[in-house]
């Protein structure tokens, strides 16, 4: 289970090192008492982006990690600092100007200048008032966050889950299940405004060291963990080019499996309002596009789907069950690319995880290069759907030219694309070298200040 938050008292706390203890003791009272959570990022290893279409996913937590330190405040406010943050890094939230209706809340704190990062944390202070129906009061915030931003390992998730985890035994209030995940996710989604899937928030809140996480995102099925197997290494190479989640092609990306689900599901006699209900009972396959199989897409759909502008998808098919999908009337949308990419994700990440079950020191020299391809093919149907970087590609390429003599078995972009990180499957001490060879060479090449995530 997650780890949970922890008290501390400044004369009794022997945990803290010298540099955060004089961090805490510059911004709290010397007498405050305070409740401090850490979550860590995550390396995609498979899945990415099918998650918010009902992927099975498999996810790594990496050693860094978001700390979040809170404190009761005696006025009403949310006074929050981010030790990460170079420019307007403390922010004082009155708590009676903070509008409680989500899209109110994300037009008000955009208007902050150079602090649209406050909104991670006011996000899910909103989302546990109204979700939990708690009244909260005035709170110090004090986040530190090891997981670099703009890479593509899930920061935004991290810091959501520590705040998260912080205020709830602040304040005493349980979660069950997967519900701080949802409602990290739902901060994220509906006040920063990002239309990431569950994925993120699951990986940071139930990953453990030396394990990778199996999640069937329909929506939050979490699978007992997998032990890495010895010797085996997932490697994440940042390209140096920063990803946003809540960038246009990402989102374009997301629109684009949702208008080719709606077109499916059309195509089979269901009505627009069925489409838009919220009984996935009435919908094929469940609602979600992972459901199809490679070979039913082929036989029956595959024909049927053509890219187009979206003001043609509006006049001919009208609605998408997604609602944070935004068709907008002028963008040309990829929909073959972007609706087979799930379909095919889903089998590929299976397909994965059963050969990861079976490895062994005396077949890996056999399913290590089966694992390796499908995650070269994960990162090609990236490209294919828009979400892929001349830099990432160059990763990915620099480990397919190393080869499994070298102890490389495979590569692919992570999490949203765009950018971010490449995660490598390497194997042994050579494979490791190579990895380190890898990224050396990258950052000739480049001049890019490129990090390295593992466990």
Known sequence: MPQKASLLFWHFSMEINSNSSNE????????????????????????????????????????????????????????????????????????????????????????????????????????????????????????????????????????????????????????????????????????????????????????KEKYLLPILCQPDKIYQRIRIPDNLYFVGIDSGVRHAVSGASYGEVRTAASMGFSIIAQKQGVSKYDLISTQNHLLPYSGYLSNISPSQYEAKYAKSLDSMYGRDFLNNFGVVTDTLAVIKPDTYYNIKASTEHPIYENHRVRFFIEMLKSLTEKNYLELLPLMGELMYQSHQSYNQCGLGNEYTDLIVEMAHSKGVNSGVYGAKITGGGSGGTVCLMVYGKNGLLTAKGIMNTFKKQTNQDSLVFFQ
């Open 24 to 207: 805490l003791r510059n911004f709290f009272g010397e007498n405050q008492n305070l409740i401090q959570a850490s979550s860590t990022g995550r390396l995609d290893v498979m899945g990415g982006i099918a998650d918010y279409s009902g992927s099975m996913v498999l996810q790594m937590p990496i050693k860094e990690k978001a700390t979040v330190t809170i404190g009761h405040r005696n006025y009403n406010q949310l006074r929050v600092k981010s030790l990460d943050i170079i420019q307007n890094n403390e922010v004082f939230l009155d708590l009676e100007e903070l509008p409680k209706d989500y899209k109110e809340a994300n037009q008000y704190l955009r208007k902050i200048d150079e602090g649209d990062w406050v909104s991670y944390i006011a996000g899910c202070f909103l989302v546990l008032t109204n979700e939990k129906q708690v009244k909260l009061g005035g709170l110090d915030i004090l986040v530190k966050s090891e997981v670099p931003f703009g890479k593509g390992v899930s920061s935004s998730a991290a810091i959501e889950v520590a705040t998260l985890k912080a205020i709830g035994e602040l304040f005493s209030i349980e979660f069950s299940g997967t519900e701080l995940p949802v409602l990290a996710q739902k901060a994220e989604n509906l006040i920063v405004g990002a239309p990431c899937g569950l994925m993120d928030q699951l990986a940071s809140y139930f990953g």
